[in-house]
């Protein structure tokens, strides 16, 4: 509480007034100051005291800044952005080898399945001349290392 009388309070405010106008070469406020001070102003001492209280709040709830977790952030975070180019490249080769092996393939395999095919017609004639049946079969695998004949022969009627 001031001791102060309302007298000398507002001829405190009028000396800072000027004081203020002389420091801005005697002008008044600009719109735009009188926009902002409008923006800004409070109605009391005490809603000023809870904006302030606010506005340190909130900064406290920020805390300090660990400048090396932010360091070791934005490196995995590069890091991570040079494997996701470097699985993008990979993606891009592994394409274009798999549309060269299936070329390669096109070229090969139909000839291998009418082979095949020739094969599985003599070897059907043959197992039928003793009354058995018999079947050669291509077995195929994504690994061609897997790749490989199945001959099936049945001798009794009965079995599947």
């Not at 977790?69 to 394409?95: C, G, H, M, P, W």
């Not at 274009?96 to 009418?114: F, G, M, R």
């Not at 059907?124 to 009354?131: A, E, H, L, V």
């Not at 049946?133 to 004949?149: F, K, P, R, T």
Request: proline share 1%.
């Amino acid at each position: 509480v001031s001791t102060q009388s309302t007298g000398e309070k507002k001829n405190e405010a009028l000396e800072l007034m000027k004081r203020a106008r002389d420091s801005n070469g005697n002008s008044g406020p600009t719109e735009q100051q009188k926009r902002l001070f409008r923006e800004f102003a409070v109605g009391s001492i005490e809603e000023l005291d809870q904006q302030l209280n606010e506005a340190r709040a909130l900064a406290d709830c920020s805390g300090s800044v660990d400048t090396q977790a932010i360091t070791e952030f934005n490196e995995r975070k590069e890091e991570i952005s040079n494997y996701a180019r470097d699985v993008e490249a990979n993606q891009i080769k592994l394409a274009a080898l798999e549309a060269t092996i299936k070329k390669h393939k096109s070229l090969w395999q139909p000839s291998l399945n009418t082979m095949i095919d020739k094969i599985n017609g003599k070897f059907r004639s043959f197992f039928g001349n003793i009354d058995c049946a018999g079947e050669v079969l291509l077995s195929e695998h994504e690994d061609y290392d897997q790749w490989g004949i199945d001959i099936r022969v049945q001798f009794r009627n009965s079995d599947e």
